[in-house]
C-alpha cells in the first residue's frame, strides 16, 4: 500500500518560515520524481517545485530564492524549506510521487497559513 504522509505546515507570520516532510512507504522511493504542489481556495492546484532521482529541481517562479526542494533517500523523505513566507503562499500542500509515463501518487495535503 503506497502512503505519502505530510507534515509540517501550520500558521506562521509573513517572513516567517516553515518546513514541510513527506516520507513516503510502498514504492521504490528513489526512483521516482517527487514534487510539492499547492491549492489555494479557490484555485486550481499548482506546481511548487519538483526533484529528480538525480537532485535536479524544477521551482515555480513565484518560490524561486525563498524555498527549497530536497530528499532523502535514505530516509525515503522529501522536504521543502520554505522561507520569506508570503501570504499568497497559503495553502494546502500536496506531496507528489511520479514515475513518469507510468504512475502518479499523492499525499492527503498539509495546511500552510501565513498570516498576522
Known amino acids: 500500500q503506497v502512503q505519502l504522509v505530510e507534515s509540517g505546515g501550520g500558521l506562521v507570520q509573513p517572513g516567517g518560515s516553515l518546513r514541510l516532510s513527506c516520507a513516503a512507504s510502498g514504492i521504490g522511493f528513489s526512483i521516482y520524481v517527487m514534487g510539492w504542489y499547492r491549492q489555494a481556495p479557490g484555485k486550481q492546484r499548482e506546481l511548487v517545485a519538483t526533484i529528480t532521482p538525480g537532485g535536479s529541481t524544477n521551482y515555480a517562479d513565484s518560490v524561486k530564492g525563498r524555498f527549497t526542494i530536497s530528499r532523502d533517500n535514505a530516509k525515503n523523505t522529501q522536504y521543502l524549506q520554505m522561507n520569506s513566507l508570503k501570504p499568497e503562499d497559503t495553502a494546502v500542500y500536496y506531496c507528489?510521487?511520479?514515475?513518469?509515463?507510468?504512475?502518479?501518487?499523492w499525499g492527503q495535503g498539509t495546511q500552510v497559513t501565513v498570516s498576522s
Open positions: 507528489n510521487a511520479r514515475r513518469v509515463g507510468i504512475t502518479t501518487y
